[in-house]
């Protein structure tokens, strides 16, 4: 495997990074515990590898497949997805200014606001569904535009390419947090972003049962660099358990993909008709303001959705709590269907309705998921 850029997505997803074993002829990479590696007699490594924190084989397969399903030419994968969004804001300098969207994943903002502000980053909050606003709001020491599409927990679309030439005009980069969609059902880097971030704990993982992260870079540049030592220097690794667990669940990526967007696209519509439900939060539903960006940007509107029932938090929260087949937990992405009621999960800053339920549609019958909602919200 060395040209990637003429194969498709589900043969990326099953070929990127994976070689057979040069010692055994093991078809699949042996997982590689071992925290350090043997020098020759003068002093050279057999093979590059040192010590684990900063380089291991199954770390180095897994951000090869990356870098393939992303389209870009650079990865570095981390132990979580806020080590990954953490290595971003890391490598920008005190006083640098970033945009961050009004909705977005929560932790992230807790980063921005609890841990890089007293580290002298500033920032300000924007609405990235609207361009003008994104405009209108940068700022000349503006090095970083935050975009999360679709945004968590409202589902809002931010137009990529728009706001990238935004960042792009004003000397920034443009960072996609790309976990809801994943690689299937939406290519930012393609779109013009120079950075992607994946919570790979998510749609990536699959399974609900390893956390992680990821950073994909257009350019192996000095800032992709810094994103690096945040990495090795900073420590940020994942385990090699965790990047093998993940080189397995990526194979079956693409196929998981199309039956969690058409799953979600199914109970969205089913959703949007039922009189308990005051709206449906999907990209999706033609009715949905982003709809038409949506369309032009993703290959797939993914398996996550919102709605705000009717009654408020009460009537919400009996909702979650009548639900049968769907899990009341919090996350995303793996096979199972989970419900939460997200302002409740946020906590005090959250600008999340109070009647607001956060759906990730599993990979069960799309049937018994209707049946198990339509008997909850009677
Ligand atoms: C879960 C999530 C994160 C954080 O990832 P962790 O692995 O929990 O640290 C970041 N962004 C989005 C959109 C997420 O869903």
């Known amino acids: 495997m060395k040209k990637h850029s003429a194969l498709r997505i589900e043969t990326l997803a099953i070929h990127a990074g994976h070689t057979p074993d040069p010692t055994t002829g093991a078809v699949m990479q042996p997982i590689h515990l071992s925290t350090s590696f043997e020098r020759n007699p003068d002093g050279t490594y057999p093979a590059g590898y040192v010590y684990t924190r900063t380089d291991n084989p199954n770390r180095v397969a897994l951000e090869t497949c990356l870098t393939a399903l992303e389209g870009g030419a650079a990865a570095a994968a981390f132990g979580s997805g806020m080590a990954a969004i953490a290595a971003i804001f890391q490598a920008l300098a005190p006083g640098d200014h970033i945009l961050f969207p009004d909705d977005a994943y929560f932790g992230a903002g807790r980063l921005v606001r609890e841990l890089m502000a007293p ?95 990821a950073v994909i870079a257009r350019a192996a540049d000095a800032f992709f660099e810094r994103i690096r030592l945040v990495q090795t220097i900073g420590g940020a690794a994942p385990s090699p358990f965790d990047c093998w667990l993940l080189m397995r669940s990526i194979r079956t990526l693409p196929y998981r993909m199309r039956a969690h967007s058409e799953h979600a696209q199914r109970i969205a519509e089913f959703l949007a008709d039922h009189p308990a439900v005051e709206s449906v939060h999907y990209p999706g539903l033609p009715g949905h303001p982003g709809h038409a960006i949506a369309r032009q940007q993703m290959q797939q509107f993914g398996g996550m959705l919102s709605i705000q029932v009717r009654g408020g938090t009460d009537a919400a929260m009996r909702v979650a709590g009548r639900v049968q087949l769907f899990t ?7 096979v199972e269907s989970l419900i939460e009621h997200r302002a409740s999960v946020e906590g005090s800053h959250t600008t999340t309705p109070a009647n607001l339920l956060r759906i990730s549609v599993g990979l069960e019958h799309p049937d018994d998921l209707m049946a198990d909602l339509a008997q909850a919200l009677a």
């Open 328 to 334: 009341r937990a919090t996350s995303l992405g793996g």
């Open 119 to 213: 580290w002298g980053l500033t920032y300000s909050v924007v609405n990235m569904a609207d361009v003008d606003a994104v405009r209108a709001a940068m700022q000349p020491t503006t090095r970083l535009m935050w975009v999360e599409t679709p945004s968590n927990p409202l589902l809002k679309i931010t137009d990529i390419a728009a706001v990238a030439q935004i960042a792009h005009a004003a000397g920034a980069r443009c960072a996609v947090d790309n976990t809801w969609p994943s690689p299937t059902g939406q290519q930012p880097l393609a779109l013009g972003a120079d950075l992607v971030m994946h919570a790979t704990t998510k749609y990536l993982g699959g399974h609900s049962d390893l956390l992680g992260g």
